[in-house]
């Protein structure tokens, strides 16, 4: 059974930086891409980046692209999100989520977000 687990979150000031992380158990996330999505209540999902486990190939959305940076470490089956410039409309639940590789582009991962394994969410707050 695939668990994925969030964590990371907090308040922050704007130009502030937090790191995420995504741990997932029950796989060998060598075979898996890792989503990072966020929502706001009341505006759809945006998938924020994604990353190919396997080569590292990585997709970010226009909105956080030059701020924030995927990394990931397949030894400990943890992805991080570093968050860096953090605006007030950043503010968001962050969610990462993982399936399968099916041999996708990481940025259709993002856009379509076909996502089966997801985690709680963690919530980021940007405001001074």
């Known amino acids: 059974q695939v668990e994925v687990a969030e964590s990371g979150g907090g308040l922050v000031q704007p130009g502030g930086s937090l790191r995420l992380s995504c741990t997932a158990s029950g796989v060998n996330l060598d075979y898996y891409v890792i989503g990072w999505f966020r929502q706001v209540p009341g505006k759809a999902r945006e998938g924020v980046s994604c990353i190919i486990m396997k080569d590292g190939r990585t997709y970010y959305s226009d909105s956080v692209s030059g701020r924030f940076s995927i990394s990931r470490d397949n030894h400990k089956n943890t992805v991080y999100l570093q968050m860096s410039n953090l605006k007030p409309e950043d503010t968001a639940l962050y969610s990462c989520?993982?399936?399968?590789?099916?041999?996708?582009?990481?940025?259709?991962?993002?856009?379509?977000?076909?996502?089966?394994?997801w985690g709680q969410g963690t919530q980021v707050t940007v405001s001074s």
């Open positions: 989520a993982t399936d399968r590789d099916p041999g996708v582009e990481p940025s259709d991962a993002c856009i379509f977000g076909w996502f089966r394994h």
